[in-house]
């Protein structure tokens, strides 16, 4: 079964930079699709990004030239940089993961929450105005 363990959260100021890490266990990394959700209080969960091997990295629009997400597949960690954050980015955050292997061949899936059958604990961004 993967695992997906969140480190990273925390408070910043406005403009300022924040990185989390998702480190996966109980399954072949460079089989899996990772995502990064958001969810803030009264709001549905967003998604952010995606990286795997076969899509390469996907962003939301609202943070697209803000946020890189990278992966290193020896640590089995995927990564989110934020840059620039704003007052709106205070979220829970959450990795997300999939198979993206199906028999032979490897399967893109949409940046949607049910597209993910692993999640983590989430890690709380508040950006302070």
């Known amino acids: 079964e993967v695992q997906l363990v969140e480190s990273g959260g925390g408070l910043v100021q406005a403009g300022g930079s924040l990185r989390l890490s998702c480190t996966t266990s109980?399954?072949?990394?460079?089989?899996?699709?990772i995502a990064w959700f958001r969810q803030a209080p009264g709001r549905d969960r967003e998604g952010v990004s995606y990286i795997s091997k076969i899509d390469g990295s996907k962003y939301a629009d609202s943070v697209k030239g803000r946020f890189t997400t990278s992966s290193d597949s020896a640590k089995n960690t995927v990564y989110l940089l934020m840059n620039n954050l704003r007052p709106e980015d205070t979220a829970v955050y959450y990795c997300a993961a999939t198979s993206i292997r199906v028999g032979g061949a490897y399967y893109s899936p949409l940046l949607r929450s049910y597209e993910f059958d692993y999640w983590g604990q989430g890690t709380q961004v508040t950006v302070s105005s």
């Open positions: 109980g399954f072949s990394f460079d089989d899996l699709g």
